[in-house]
């Protein structure tokens, strides 16, 4: 919108005293929206612009908070290509079972 653009007027003032004395003296309960707590609230991110929401979510991803489980190291390894095959054709996760079978492994194959 250009900065010297009018904007026309949607609704007159007759309307929005009419709107405003239709509302309801308490808040109508809907039990598929019910009201929010200060719980629903908790880690939400306020701010005041753009620029500064964004500077806000890029620290909350530089700092992980705790941690469900030790950090994974990447690493590179040299499968044949069937086995690689067969180990994606198990689906989504297949990496974390090899890692749980090399973690058996090893508790049988002592170093």
Do not use: C
Request: glycine fraction near 4%; proline fraction near 8%.
């Amino acid at each position: 919108m250009k900065p010297n653009a009018i904007s026309k007027k949607f609704f007159s003032p007759e309307q929005i005293e009419a709107a405003l004395a239709a509302v309801p003296e308490r808040p109508v309960y809907d039990e598929e929206n019910p009201p929010t707590t200060a719980a629903d609230w908790d880690g939400a991110i306020v701010s005041h612009s753009y620029a500064e929401l964004r500077e806000k979510l890029a620290e909350r991803r530089r700092t992980r908070g705790p941690q469900k489980a030790p950090l994974k190291v990447s690493t590179t390894i040299r499968f044949d290509a069937d086995v690689l095959a067969a180990l994606k054709a198990t689906g989504k996760g297949w990496q974390t079972r090899v890692n749980e079978v090399m973690r058996d492994w090893l508790r049988t194959h002592p170093a």
